[in-house]
């Protein structure tokens, strides 16, 4: 259903997005699909684009929510509704994320408001005002098909507490309109919607969890608080006249009957479903700000009982165990390995070599994101950034080896907090046993490791050129000439690229050792491929005894046996260039 509305190629219109939500057959209405591929289309189709269409809704919604809070209760209202909203550990975790809760939150806040200011206003509502509260409706509706349950608590309150007069029949007239207007796209999706609702149905669920749960969750985790700071707030603001009791505060009593009795008779709702009820959210924060508001204007300095709300809610949100349940079916695309973090760290860095991942699951790179391509290739193939992921340290040891040839630099990365130590230090070890060096570690969070390995002879540098030459078919480049630590091979880093219009097939390369007395003591024959990459080989040099010598290069035709003089070199055989010397030590 993403794939219309996000993708690489942005070339979809917003029929796209219509027609390919009615073919996936899905129970979400189109609002926030229409706005993702708008949004796409002016700034980019990026995950991390998308994410801040998520973050801009959200804090307009709390703008809505303060606005709200300030017009109906008071001034200082306004700044604990923020705080009551943006410590909300729930809506903070969908507030990053490419889903449609920031503008359901945001919409639900907006219909609450112009109900309020029609009905509760200083001024009478004009034509505009209930146009306002019906294009509201209509943005609600089309937001979510759940947005139902804060309609019927809007209706259930306008029926019992809202005043008779002109405006109590208008308003619900405006509201009507806009869900007829709707009606053609929501009769098809609610055959699907009761279709999915059973696979969500919980037989043991009854209204009391439901209103255990969403308690829990929009109280930050603490139910006792929540009611201690709103119910005795507004008590103690009565009692005293310093506040006066508006029946609207008490929306949210509506609503959590609603849900109850919602729960009890469908058996729908469940502790993980609390996202569906995030439309509920303004009426908290209407509530909740109320009651520290009146605390506020009985003492000034019971206002910083907000804080307690901020700390209740920081803890609700470090507690994973407590409230993880509330967005479960939803935490494996959550607590995916950070591939945008990895590819994003190595795209900045100019990094084009490979990346390796440990200890993940081999089948997480080929699943498919919500823009409709694999991970590997959204965060990496289309970049070109080769990369290879496994959770067997055999494998691992091969994909390394295999590539330490031409990989002149390597990343790995892996959760450290469930990879073994032992087998951390296996994954240094297998790179140390290639000659490669770790150069750089880094955390981007508090669960991944990211290393960044070179080949040692390099030393953490981007390499120097060590010689260049020249003949007739190729331009030739040393970067490095080592002995591995085994002391049993001696390594060399080169590249090399064709000139203009020569054909090379059938020509080799030929790397000797040589001694001082010009005796080749050992070699390497290598076909000339890997055309104008860094490229690393080693030459055995287990059986030479001790001492100087040279390593030389010849190019020349496998089946002619036709060599090529070198330009500019000025050892005594032009077709034998010297590239550099290095020192055997007695083991």
């Known amino acids: 259903m993403y794939y219309a509305a996000w993708t690489k190629s942005g070339t979809q219109s917003i029929v796209d997005v219509f027609t390919a939500l009615r073919s996936a057959n899905t129970v979400h209405t189109p609002l926030y699909f229409v706005l993702l591929q708008l949004w796409g289309k002016c700034c980019s189709y990026e995950i991390a684009t998308g994410r801040v269409l998520s973050i801009l809704i959200s804090l307009l919604a709390m703008a809505v929510i303060c606005r709200i809070s ?111 207007l709707l009606l053609p796209w929501i009769a098809p999706v609610l055959s699907v919607f009761w279709d999915s609702a059973k696979r969500w149905v919980d037989v043991d669920y009854n209204g009391l969890l439901a209103l255990e749960s969403t308690l829990r969750v929009f109280a930050n985790g603490n139910a006792i608080l929540f009611t201690a700071l709103s119910l005795l707030g507004l008590g103690i603001g009565f009692g005293t006249k310093a506040f006066r009791i508006k029946p609207y505060l008490f929306m949210i009593v509506v609503f959590l009957l609603v849900v109850a009795a919602f729960a009890q008779l469908t058996g729908y709702l469940s502790s993980s479903g609390m996202r569906f009820l995030l439309s509920s959210l303004p009426l908290f924060a209407l509530f909740a700000s109320a009651g520290i508001f009146a605390l506020y204007r009985l003492k000034p300095w019971l206002g910083l009982l907000i804080f307690l709300w901020v700390l209740s809610g920081i803890s609700f949100h470090e507690s994973v165990p407590n409230w993880r349940t509330y967005i479960a079916g939803r935490t494996s695309h959550f607590y995916r390995p950070p591939w945008q973090i990895v590819s994003r760290m190595a795209r900045n860095s100019g990094h084009t070599g490979l990346i390796l991942g440990y200890g993940f699951k081999e089948d997480l790179l080929v699943s498919r ?75 981007p969070n508090h669960r991944l490791l990211v290393v960044k390995y070179m080949w040692d002879d390099l030393q953490c540098e981007m390499p120097d050129i060590l010689a260049r030459h020249s003949n007739a078919l190729i331009d ?106 290095i020192t055997i030590p007695a083991s």
Request: proline share 4%; aromatic share 14%.
């Open 70 to 180: 300030r017009e109906f209760v008071g001034k200082a209202a306004g700044f604990f509704a923020i705080a009551i909203v943006a410590s909300n550990a729930l809506y903070n975790f969908y507030v990053p994320h490419m889903r449609p809760y920031p503008l359901l939150v945001l919409t639900a806040a907006i219909v609450l408001w112009q109900y309020l200011r029609i009905h509760y206003g200083r001024r009478a509502p004009s034509k505009i005002d209930y146009f306002a509260l019906f294009l509201a409706s209509y943005l609600l509706a089309n937001t979510h098909l759940l947005s139902a349950l804060f309609f019927l608590t809007l209706g259930v309150y306008h029926l019992l507490l809202t005043p008779k007069d002109r405006r109590w029949l208008i308003s619900p007239l405006a509201i009507c309109a806009a869900l007829l």
């Open 369 to 443: 994101n919500i823009v409709g391509y694999s991970q590997a290739h959204w965060y990496f193939g289309r970049f070109g950034l080769p990369l290879r992921n496994t959770n067997n340290l055999e494998i691992f040891q091969t994909l390394a080896q295999q590539d330490s040839v031409k990989e002149s630099s390597v990343w790995i990365f892996y959760d450290h907090s469930s990879v073994k130590s032992t087998d951390a230090r296996k994954l240094h070890d297998i790179f140390d046993g290639l000659n490669y060096e770790a150069c750089h570690s880094v955390e």
């Open 476 to 581: 030739h480049e040393l970067y490095g000439l080592t002995l591995a630590k085994d002391g049993q091979r001696v390594i060399f880093v080169d590249s090399w690229d064709a000139r203009e219009g020569i054909e090379l097939q059938g020509h080799m390369l030929s790397f000797q050792l040589i001694s001082n007395e010009w005796e080749n003591v050992s070699q390497l024959e290598l076909p000339l491929v890997h055309e104008g990459s860094l490229r690393r080989f080693s030459i055995d040099v287990s059986g030479v005894p001790p001492g100087q010598y040279r390593l030389m290069l010849i190019l020349y035709h496998k089946s002619t046996g036709d060599r090529f003089a070198w330009e500019d070199n000025p050892g005594y055989v032009p077709e034998m260039l010297e590239l550099g010397s």
